[in-house]
C-alpha cells in the first residue's frame, strides 16, 4: 500500500537505524562531564547536546514547521495527553502518525502524559492500576496505565517516546516519596513490557512511502563511524542517492522508549530509582519530576547527582527546564537532552532572551527603539525588524508579535545550544553567555 500524507510524506523512506534498532547514540567529544555525539533516530540524526523545542498539540505555537527547520530544530516535542484529548490519537495515527498529520519530516519525541496529568491535581486519582482524571476542555473523565500510554505514544508514532511516570510534588515526605518512586518503577516495568508486544503496530510501519515524495533533511550529515549496522548507516546517512529507491516502512527500526528516573529530592531514592530503571534497561534515561517548584540549586544538585547513576553510552534527557544559563549549566553537567515551555511560553507574553541579558519587549522604553532586538542575533526577526515595531505589535496585541518573539527565543535557544556543541568539540566548557557568545556563529 502507498500512502501520501497531505503533499508531505512522513520521511519514513529513509530509515537512519540499522534492522532492528530503536536509536544508535554515538559520544563523539568529552569536555569535563560534558559530551557532543549523534542520536540516530528513525526520522534524523541529532546532534547533542540538544534543545527540543516543545510543540503541546502537534505544533509549536505561533512558529510553521518549515520556520522550525530553518531555525535548526532537530526534534521536537509532542503531548500525549493534550493530543490524546484532541484530535485523538486514531486520527493521527491514521494521518501516518505526528510526522504525516503535522508534515514534520525530522525527529518527535512525546512525553507519556504522566507529568500533564500530574499538573491536574485537582483532576486525578492515582491508584496501582493507573490515573483517573478529568480533561480540562470538557470535564470528561478518562484512566489512564501505562499500558494505555504507550499505546498512544505508539499510535503517535513518535521517534522517542517515554514511560508512563509519577511525578512527585515537592515538597514531599519521605513515606510519600518512596512510594511515588516504587509506583514509577513498577509502571516502567510495566510500559516496557507492554511496548516490547506491540512496537511493530507504529504508523510507520503500516505503509510504504514513495521515496520520491521525499526531500533530505536540511542538517547534513557525514557518514558515521561505528560498528555494528556501520555500511548501512553509511549508506543511507552519507549518500543522497538513497534517496531515490522505494523502501518499505516495514525495514524501519522501532521507537525507542526511555525510562525516567524519579525520586523527588532524595539523592538516595535518585540512585535507587537509577538503579531499578537500568534494571528494566531502555535506550536511553530521563530525569523527571524537577522544576516542580524547588530551588534551582537543588534542581542543579539532583541533576549531577543523577547523573552519576546513568550509563555513560546512553542519551540523557532533562525533562522541562531551563533558562538559557540552565541549559548551558545543564549539556555540561553531561546532558544530551533537554525541552522547555520557557522560550516559547515566555515569547507569548513579551519576555525575550537576548545575549545581553532579558528584554520585556512591553515596556514603553523601546516605543521608540529602532535597534535589533539582539544585535548578535542572526535570527530573521532581529535581522529585519526594530525594538520599536515588535513592542507596537505586543502593545497592540497583534497575532505576528507572538510568531516573531516566539521564532526569536527558540533561535536563542537553538543557537546556545549549537555553541555549547561547538565549545565541546573543541574540548572546551561552555559558559554562558561570556564564553558562548565569544565564539563566531558556526
Ligand atoms: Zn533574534
Not at 534542581?299 to 547527582?305: D, F
Given at each position: 500500500m502507498t500512502k501520501r500524507f497531505n503533499g508531505q510524506d512522513c520521511g519514513a523512506a529513509r530509515c537512519y537505524n540499522p534492522l532492528g534498532m530503536s536509536i544508535t547514540f554515538q559520544r563523539e567529544k568529552i569536555a569535563g562531564k560534558a559530551r557532543a555525539g549523534r542520536l540516530i533516530t528513525p526520522h534524523a540524526v541529532i546532534e547533542t547536546p540538544v534543545f527540543m523545542p516543545v510543540g503541546t498539540a502537534a505544533t509549536v505555537k505561533g512558529v510553521p514547521q518549515d520556520i522550525l527547520e530553518d531555525l535548526g530544530a532537530q526534534i521536537i516535542l509532542g503531548n500525549t495527553y493534550h493530543l490524546y484529548l484532541r484530535p485523538g490519537v486514531e486520527t493521527v495515527r491514521r494521518m501516518g502518525g505526528l510526522h504525516g498529520f503535522m508534515s514534520w519530516r525530522r525527529a518527535i519525541l512525546t512525553d507519556s502524559g504522566g507529568f500533564q496529568v500530574f499538573s491536574l491535581s485537582e483532576l486525578r486519582k492515582i491508584t496501582e492500576e493507573g490515573v483517573t482524571f478529568r480533561s480540562h476542555l470538557d470535564g470528561s473523565s478518562h484512566f489512564f496505565t501505562p499500558e494505555s500510554a504507550i499505546e498512544a505514544q505508539i499510535g503517535l508514532g513518535a521517534d522517542i517516546i517515554m514511560a508512563f511516570d509519577e511525578c512527585t510534588e515537592y515538597p514531599a515526605d519521605a513515606a510519600r516519596l518512596r512510594a511515588s518512586m516504587e509506583l514509577t518503577a513498577r509502571w516502567a516495568a510495566r510500559s516496557k513490557r507492554y511496548f516490547e508486544e506491540h512496537k511493530n503496530e507504529v504508523p510507520w510501519k503500516q505503509y510504504s512511502v514513495p521515496s520520491t515524495q521525499y526531500s533530505v533533511p536540511s542538517t547534513q550529515y557525514s557518514a558515521p563511524a561505528t560498528d555494528g549496522g556501520a555500511s548501512l548507516l553509511s549508506e543511507d546517512i552519507g549518500s543522497e542517492k538513497s534517496d531515490n529507491r522505494v523502501l518499505s516502512t516495514?525495514?524501519?527500526?522501532?521507537?525507542?522508549?526511555?525510562?525516567?528516573?524519579?525520586?523527588?529530592?532524595?539523592?538516595?531514592?535518585?540512585?535507587?530509582?537509577?538503579?531499578?530503571?537500568?534494571?528494566?534497561?531502555?535506550?536511553?534515561?530521563?530525569?523527571?519530576?524537577?522544576?516542580?517548584?524547588?530551588?534551582?540549586?537543588?534542581?542543579?544538585?539532583?541533576?549531577?547527582?543523577?547523573?552519576?547513576?546513568?550509563?555513560?553510552?546512553?542519551?540523557?534527557?532533562?525533562?522541562?527546564?531551563?533558562?538559557?544559563?540552565?541549559?548551558?549549566?545543564?549539556?555540561?553537567?553531561?546532558?544530551?537532552?533537554?525541552?522547555?515551555?520557557?522560550?516559547?511560553?515566555?515569547?507569548?507574553?513579551?519576555?525575550?532572551?537576548?545575549?545581553?541579558?532579558?528584554?520585556?519587549?512591553k515596556q514603553a522604553r523601546y516605543a521608540q527603539d529602532s535597534g535589533p532586538l539582539d544585535p548578535n542575533c542572526g535570527c530573521r526577526v532581529c535581522q529585519r525588524y526594530s525594538r520599536a515595531y515588535l513592542r507596537h505589535l505586543y502593545a497592540s496585541n497583534e497575532v505576528l508579535a507572538q510568531v516573531l518573539n516566539t521564532i526569536h527565543n527558540l533561535s536563542f535557544y537553538l543557537d546556545t545550544m549549537q555553541r555549547v556543541r561547538h565549545s565541546i568539540s573543541l574540548g572546551e566548557v561552555s559558559r554562558f553567555p561570556s564564553a558562548v557568545w565569544s565564539r563566531p556563529k558556526a
Open positions: 516495514e525495514y524501519c527500526s522501532t521507537q525507542a522508549l526511555f525510562g525516567i528516573v524519579q525520586g523527588g529530592m532524595d539523592r538516595a531514592l535518585r540512585k535507587e530509582s537509577a538503579e531499578r530503571t537500568i534494571e528494566i534497561g531502555f535506550p536511553g534515561y530521563a530525569i523527571g519530576g524537577l522544576s516542580v517548584g524547588e530551588p534551582r540549586e537543588l534542581t542543579r544538585e539532583i541533576v549531577e547527582s543523577t547523573l552519576e547513576y546513568l550509563p555513560k553510552d546512553k542519551p540523557r534527557y532533562l525533562m522541562g527546564v531551563g533558562t538559557p544559563e540552565e541549559i548551558v549549566e545543564y549539556a555540561n553537567l553531561g546532558v544530551d537532552m533537554m525541552d522547555c515551555v520557557l522560550p516559547t511560553r515566555a515569547a507569548r507574553h513579551g519576555l525575550l532572551f537576548t545575549s545581553e541579558g532579558k528584554v520585556s519587549i
